[in-house]
Structure formats: structure tokens, C-alpha cells
């Protein structure tokens, strides 16, 4: 059989084209898959594939891709304790600042230290070394604020802590520097608790 130019030339390029032939005759092109890239894409194996060679005592393991940007990544602290950086922040609540105040009024006046000193660099570096962020209070709310409210409460435990009591008293006056009368008391309990007051 005698083949023209032409025909020959189209047999010789279909010979040359990548084709897969089937067992039933058809001729396909093959089609290639497009690959993922590794920046994007990671290779697990499945659980199923696993079990699947355990069982078969296959040596191979088949892996899938998966996406490395659906991977939740949590951070270090929650995944540590269930809890964030505000965890980690020293907080004055309203009360806690008011009880603080209180006890640097009574500091003040048990030493009889000079009101100016919660105003002190050194002081108040002393205090925020202990507890950060708090601010104690003016020398002005020292002596107009918390003055009255101290005293009171002293004296109202005075008297719980006297009330019935075997003590022993003391009395002693003189006069001010505006020649006023003054009269201190001391009582002395049977512990050794000394109580003063001045009138």
C-alpha cells in the first residue's frame, strides 16, 4: 500500500504525540495534574491509610495534602493555662486603692511622720516597687481626708477593747504654744496595752 507525502508526515506526528492507549482501543491524551506548591501545601498521612498498611503489613504509606494555612496555631500562653497576658497585670481594684490609702494614713500619723513624706520620690518609689501602679495619697488628703475617719475608728476600738476593763489610768496637763490647757490621758491595760488620748 502506497502512502502519499502528506499521509505519511500526519503518521509520523501522531506517533510522536504522548497518548495512553487503552485496553478497548480509544486513544486519549494524557492530562496532567497541576502539583502544589510547597509554599502552600504540607503532606500528612491519613489515619485510614495507616491502619490500612498495618493490617495489610504494606511497607508504603500514601499521604494527602493539606493546607497549611487552615492549621490553627495558638499561642503559647493560652494553650499554656487557659489564659491570657491580663493575667499577668497587676490590677488596684476601687477597694484595694482605699485600704491602701487607710494604712499609709495610719503609717503616718502612728510614726508621727510629716505629711509631705507620701510625697516623697523615694517613698513612692518604695510603694510602686511593691505594687505597681499605685499611687498614694496627697499630703493634703492625709490631713483633710482620712484624718477624722482614722481617728474614729480608733476610738470606736478603744472602746470595744476597754469597755469593762481593769486598767490603770494616768492624767497629766499642761499648755499649748498659745497658752491653751491641755489634758492627756493614758490608760494601761493588764496585757500592757497603753491607750493615750489628749483633750
Known sequence: MLLSEQEQNEQMDTEDSPVVKNANSSQQPMELEPQPSCSSWSHVPTQSTAASNATTGSGSMSV?????????????VTSAKGKGLSSFVVRTSTAEKCAFDEQVAKMIYATNSPFRLVEHPEFQKLLSMMRPGYRPPSRKEIADKFLPV???KEMDQCKEVLLDATVSMALDGWSNVHNEPIVCVTVTTEEGKIYLTAQ
Open 150 to 152: 482614722v481617728f474614729q
Open 64 to 76: 494527602h495534602a493539606t493546607p497549611v494555612n487552615k492549621i490553627k496555631v495558638e499561642s503559647t
